[in-house]
């Protein structure tokens, strides 16, 4: 493993490195100054040393442009690992959290991160007419929003600040009917939340913000997709969620989301690095 300060140091950390490697690619935020760039342009020979996987097309379409010489695949950052929740999770958690059965929940894992739409989320559930339980899970969260939505009429707020371990993530995902998902129009990053959904079996709420997603999405009957940045249809989604339930997602979602097992991720890497070695000898 090599650990750099720059997603676009590309050739320079294969030279100081010393060796030959794969570097996942999850999205491009840095904006390089001169002196950063020039020092890219000098290692730019390393670039035979690195095969860079992206995680999807659209973070492949953003870095192919800077770094045309550059060797890289699509590839899935994350796995399955074939353990789906099971129908006593599922009423542990209701009862942890003190859900009815009968009572509808949707989730909301994880920081809110810039690219996170947060504010399409709180002017729907002030849209609510019907009660819905919603939980939130994860860190950084925003303190006031967070007192609003529990003033809110149709509202019943669950709160567990992160991090968290994987068996109390288990336990929001299951005690979930649901599992929504906003982001901004136009972030292409790989969705970990909604890779979530489908190795857990959590029906998925997702915005409309990433071509190839809602390409991948529309018509499973475990999504449902709202515009990105629209409150009154997710307000709507939210409040049929009882008359129109998204399914579970089944053993066939891991292939709309192009996700591998741990086994088949693990072949993948290690055939890759032993041809890319190869290649620099």
Request: net charge negative; aromatic share 6%; glycine share 6%.
């Given at each position: 493993?090599?650990?750099?300060?720059s997603e676009a140091?590309?050739?320079a950390?294969?030279?100081l490195?010393?060796?030959p490697?794969?570097?996942?690619?999850?999205?491009?935020v840095?904006?390089?100054?001169?002196?950063?760039?020039w020092?890219?342009?000098l290692a730019?020979?390393?670039?035979?040393?690195?095969?860079?996987?992206?995680?999807?097309?659209a973070?492949?379409?953003q870095?192919?442009?800077?770094?045309?010489?550059?060797?890289?695949?699509v590839?899935?950052f994350?796995?399955?690992e074939?353990?789906?929740?099971?129908?006593?999770e599922?009423?542990?958690?209701?009862?942890?959290?003190?859900?009815?059965?009968?009572?509808?929940?949707?989730c909301?894992?994880?920081?809110?991160?810039?690219y996170?739409?947060?504010?399409t989320?709180?002017?729907?559930l002030?849209?609510?007419t019907?009660?819905l339980?919603?939980?939130?899970?994860?860190?950084?969260?925003?303190?006031?929003?967070?007192?609003?939505?529990h003033?809110l009429?149709?509202v019943?707020?669950?709160?567990?600040?992160g991090?968290?371990?994987?068996?109390?993530?288990r336990?929001?995902?299951?005690a979930?009917?649901a599992?929504?998902?906003?982001r901004?129009?136009?972030?292409?990053?790989?969705?970990?939340?909604?890779?979530?959904?489908?190795?857990?079996?959590?029906?998925?709420?997702?915005?409309v913000?990433?071509?190839?997603?809602?390409?991948?999405l529309?018509?499973?009957?475990?999504?449902?997709?709202?515009?990105?940045?629209?409150?009154?249809?997710?307000?709507k989604?939210?409040d049929?969620?009882?008359?129109?339930a998204p399914?579970?997602p089944?053993?066939s979602?891991?292939?709309?989301l192009?996700?591998n097992?741990?086994?088949?991720q693990?072949?993948f890497?290690?055939?890759?690095?032993?041809?890319?070695?190869?290649?620099c000898?």
């Amino acid at each position: 493993m090599i650990l750099s300060a720059s997603e676009a140091l590309h050739g320079a950390a294969a030279l100081l490195g010393g060796t030959p490697h794969l570097r996942f690619i999850h999205e491009a935020v840095t904006t390089e100054d001169r002196l950063v760039r020039w020092l890219g342009r000098l290692a730019r020979a390393g670039e035979k040393q690195v095969i860079a996987l992206y995680p999807t097309t659209a973070v492949r379409d953003q870095i192919v442009p800077a770094f045309p010489h550059l060797p890289g695949e699509v590839r899935a950052f994350a796995v399955d690992e074939d353990r789906p929740l099971t129908d006593a999770e599922r009423d542990g958690a209701r009862t942890a959290f003190t859900i009815p059965a009968d009572a509808k929940a949707v989730c909301v894992v994880g920081g809110w991160w810039p690219y996170k739409d947060i504010p399409t989320i709180d002017a729907a559930l002030a849209r609510l007419t019907t009660p819905l339980h919603v939980l939130v899970c994860g860190t950084p969260l925003d303190d006031a929003v967070l007192t609003r939505w529990h003033q809110l009429p149709n509202v019943r707020l669950h709160t567990v600040p992160g991090p968290v371990g994987e068996q109390v993530l288990r336990l929001v995902y299951a005690a979930a009917d649901a599992a929504l998902v906003a982001r901004k129009p136009g972030v292409g990053k790989e969705s970990g939340l909604v890779m979530d959904a489908a190795r857990l079996a959590v029906p998925l709420i997702v915005s409309v913000h990433d071509r190839e997603l809602t390409a991948r999405l529309a018509g499973e009957p475990w999504a449902r997709l709202f515009p990105a940045g629209d409150p009154d249809t997710l307000a709507k989604t939210l409040d049929h969620l009882t008359a129109d339930a998204p399914s579970r997602p089944g053993p066939s979602a891991r292939g709309v989301l192009d996700m591998n097992s741990a086994a088949e991720q693990a072949a993948f890497l290690t055939d890759t690095y032993t041809r890319l070695t190869k290649e620099c000898r």
